[in-house]
């Protein structure tokens, strides 16, 4: 991997990107609200279970048909479909959107509005990027920021986060490798609490959270 190739992905991915992925949680503030996630021990089980059977899983399957499609467009469509509540549908979409929009006006891109695992993707491909180093990083990207929002919600210091995201790696690893082989067939979810998490979400009385 070329070192400017690797420091561009790493721009792309870091939270200092203008996609606002500070501001959605994936459902994790309902979940921490009823009691699901109430400990640094819940929040691994939690965020492992959304890498391996939910968003995380999907998502790096999308990614990857996005960058091996030449027609971006129905994955980007089915991307879109797959959102389980209306929150989730606008993160993706308002988080892809951002990026494509950013990464348009400094590299020039053709890189419509679209899904936001779709959209890096597809940017990925027209950037020369592997593909393989594209899907880590996404992950390990997805589950930082996920930390860094249980960190505003529980007693969760920055060294237990960081912890928890060390002890996450070999689960990021398994899911970004089975990705690049998968097809768009293979995409399903098994993640019912996060589901159902990120509809209440909408309802909550108190939150920070967009999602």
């Known amino acids: 991997m070329r070192d400017a190739d690797l420091l561009t992905l790493t721009q792309w991915l870091s939270p200092a990107y203008p996609v606002g992925a500070f501001a959605w949680s994936h459902g994790l503030e309902r979940a921490v609200s009823r ?9 691994f089980d939690w965020l492992r279970g959304v890498l391996e059977n939910g968003a995380g ?34 993160e993706t979409l308002q988080q892809g959107a951002a990026f494509a929009a950013t990464t348009r006006a400094l590299w020039g891109f053709n890189l419509p509005d679209m899904t936001y695992p779709v959209a890096v993707g597809r940017a990925a491909r027209l950037a020369g990027l592997p593909v393989e180093a594209t899907t880590l990083i996404w992950l390990q990207a997805f589950a930082s920021n996920l930390t860094q929002c249980a960190q505003r919600l529980l007693p969760i210091g920055q060294t237990k986060g960081q912890k928890i995201l060390h002890d996450l790696g070999p ?15 293979d995409i399903g979810s098994a993640t019912f609490a996060v589901d159902t998490a990120s509809m209440q979400h909408a309802e909550q009385y108190a939150r920070i959270f967009r999602s």
């Open 57 to 90: 899983r999907s998502d790096a399957i999308l990614l990857c048909a996005a960058y091996a499609a030449d027609d971006v467009g129905p994955v980007a469509d089915l991307a879109g479909a797959l959102a389980p509540s209306r929150e989730r549908k606008m």
């Open 35 to 43: 009691g699901d996630v109430a400990s640094a021990d819940d929040l």
């Open 171 to 185: 689960t990021i690893t398994q899911v970004a490798a089975a990705a690049q082989t998968a097809s768009l067939d």
